[in-house]
């Protein structure tokens, strides 16, 4: 069951299926830099070239990214974030200071503080 079959889902949950596959957020989150062309973005996020078209098929489908084409010699399409797209970098920046506080090799999880005895 997903999302869109339950009204009554958690707008996390919704977000999550929006955005949440493992290439989808590759990919918003290396725009972030700005517009790039296909084969830029095949290299900086490692994914195959059909793997990346189906996700940038998506993600334009979806409204997060635009695509552009530009026909001179060689032809070329470059992608960039949409004003939906790039509404999420503050999502990222959250994300990633989280990490950087609970994920990072040194973080300890919190402890109850030591009482005396």
């Known amino acids: ?3 869109e079959d339950n009204p009554d889902a958690c707008p996390i949950v919704r977000s ?5 596959s493992q290439w989808r957020l590759v990919v918003l989150h290396d725009l972030r830099e700005g517009e790039k062309r296909f084969n ?3 290299r900086s996020t490692g ?7 189906r996700v940038l098929d998506d993600l334009q489908e979806m409204g997060f990214v635009s695509r552009r ?10 992608y960039t974030l949409t004003a939906k797209g ?5 999502v990222f920046d959250e994300i990633e200071t989280w990490a950087d506080e609970w994920l990072a090799p040194e973080a300890e999880p919190e402890t109850e ?5």
């Open 1 to 3: 069951m997903t999302a």
């Open 16 to 20: 999550i299926e929006q955005i949440g």
């Open 40 to 42: 830029e973005l095949k």
């Open 47 to 53: 994914a195959s070239s059909r793997t990346l078209s």
């Open 69 to 78: 084409l530009e026909e001179d010699a060689p032809v070329a399409t470059y």
């Open 86 to 90: 790039e509404s999420l970098c503050p």
């Open 113 to 117: 503080p030591a009482t005396a005895d």
